[in-house]
């Protein structure tokens, strides 16, 4: 049974500072990609930032460049989102997401989301 654990969220003033971290079980953790993504009140679900399996390479939203950082230990199956000078507008369910291909076969999962609140 695959599981996406995210935890790391909470309540921090602007200019902050928050680590997110989201333990995977029930795969192969080494072969998927993992992305972070966020969700605020009344707007779409986005990309904040994605991973390769190897951690080779990384992608950003660019309202988050610079300020997040995201990152992966496969020994620990943990995908981190360091998240720097936070502002209001990041506020938002923050998703861990899956991804990973079996021949022609897709395979995506999605956590259950952890709150970030950005406020003073």
């Known amino acids: 049974q695959v599981q996406l654990v995210e935890s790391g969220g909470g309540l921090v003033q602007p200019g902050g500072s928050l680590r997110l971290s989201c333990v995977a079980s029930?795969?192969?953790?080494?072969?998927?990609?993992m992305s972070w993504y966020r969700q605020a009140p009344g707007k779409e679900r986005e990309l904040v930032a994605r991973i390769t399996s190897a951690g080779g390479s990384t992608n950003y939203a660019d309202s988050v460049k610079g300020r997040f950082t995201i990152s992966r230990d496969n020994a620990k199956n943990t995908v981190y989102l360091q998240m720097n000078s936070l502002k209001p507008e990041d506020t938002a369910v923050y998703y861990c997401y899956a991804l990973w291909m079996v021949i022609t076969w897709k395979y995506d999962y999605w956590g259950q989301g952890t709150q970030v609140t950005v406020s003073s």
């Open positions: 029930g795969f192969t953790f080494s072969s998927a990609a």
